[in-house]
């Protein structure tokens, strides 16, 4: 089963100790292994530097940035039809964050319907199942 991976997955992993850190961890085992197929966007490989640059943790953007590469060697480039489809997914429903439905249209123009995320804003996003952790 292929599943699009958010940034909070691996910079939970990356994290401090948080009750998140060990259900992340063990997701991307899951991955690694082949028991699933992570894949990515240049969004979440830029959330995630951008992240980690405002916390002055450069040293942590690269090594997480360059291990999830590796472990999600598919990385989708989010294109002009990605966000028009993430305008009319923010426009269509309430509550949808753009960033959410930048990931959701990356995933519906190719054909992914599950994430792995902690991020309960996709509930509202129809078209997508979150997974559970």
Do not use: W
């Amino acid at each position: 089963m292929k599943v699009f991976i958010d940034s909070n997955v691996p910079m939970y992993v990356a994290g401090r100790n948080h009750p998140l850190r060990e259900p992340a961890r063990r997701f991307l085992e899951q991955v690694r292994s082949g028991e699933l197929e992570g894949c990515t966007s240049t969004e979440v490989l830029q959330e995630i530097l951008y992240r980690y640059a405002a916390l002055k943790r450069l040293d942590l953007a690269r090594q997480v940035y360059e291990l999830f590469v590796l472990l999600c060697p598919v990385v989708y480039p989010v294109t002009l039809a990605d966000t028009d489809r993430a305008k009319e997914l923010v426009c269509a429903e309430d509550g949808i964050g753009v960033r959410d439905a930048i990931h959701a249209a990356v995933m519906l123009n190719n054909d992914i319907r599950d994430i792995a995320t902690f991020d309960a804003g996709f509930d509202a996003i129809k078209q997508v199942r979150r997974l559970p952790f």
